[in-house]
């Protein structure tokens, strides 16, 4: 049985011994130095490309937002082209450019009142439908359905 007391009791006597040239297993510096420097290039690797991605980025950017500065240029350009055509257009559609193109190239003047005659007709107004006898058999039935639904009130 054991004893339990408070005193003080020396655990060392008990102890196995341990050599400590054996438990001690010694890393050579080299290795270790070589992982850290692995991971210091790796990481260095892995920065760079990040740093090569956001700069490829930018750089997209930038040429995208000059490709849209040109094509801006244009838009404007061929807008103020498309406003002076349509002005011009306007212009060539003037009743007194008209006037003056009938006048000059083609010879045609403006009528005066002294050169409106009047007519009057003395037969009151007439019309009269002319009825088509080359009609054919079919186009005779489809009148006579006509009429006959008309006559109904269909």
């Known amino acids: 049985m054991a004893k339990i007391h408070n005193l003080a009791y020396n655990y060392e006597a008990h102890e196995p011994e341990i050599n400590e040239a054996e ?3 010694a890393v050579p510096a080299k290795k270790h130095k070589r992982a850290s420097m692995l991971g210091v290039v790796g990481l260095a690797v892995v920065a760079l490309a990040l740093f090569s991605a956001l700069m490829f980025g930018r750089v997209e950017i930038s040429q995208l937002i000059a490709e849209q ?3 801006m240029q244009e838009l ?3 807008q103020s082209e498309n406003i002076s ?3 011009e257009l306007a212009q060539k559609k003037n009743m007194t450019t008209v ?3 009938a006048e000059e190239k083609l010879g045609l003047k403006k009528l005066d ?3 409106t005659e009047y007519i009057r007709v003395e037969t009151k107004d ?3 439908v002319i ?3 080359d009609d054919n058999v079919f186009v005779r039935i489809k009148n006579w359905f006509g009429s006959a639904l008309e006559y109904i009130g269909l």
Do not use: D, H, W
Request: hydrophobic share 15%; aromatic share 4%; no cysteine.
């Open 85 to 87: 055509l349509q002005s």
């Open 76 to 78: 404007e350009k061929l």
């Open 99 to 101: 006037e003056e193109y």
């Open 113 to 115: 009142k002294s050169q």
């Open 126 to 128: 007439k019309t009269s």
């Open 69 to 71: 500065t040109v094509q």
């Open 23 to 25: 438990s001690v297993k």
């Open 131 to 133: 009825k088509n006898e």
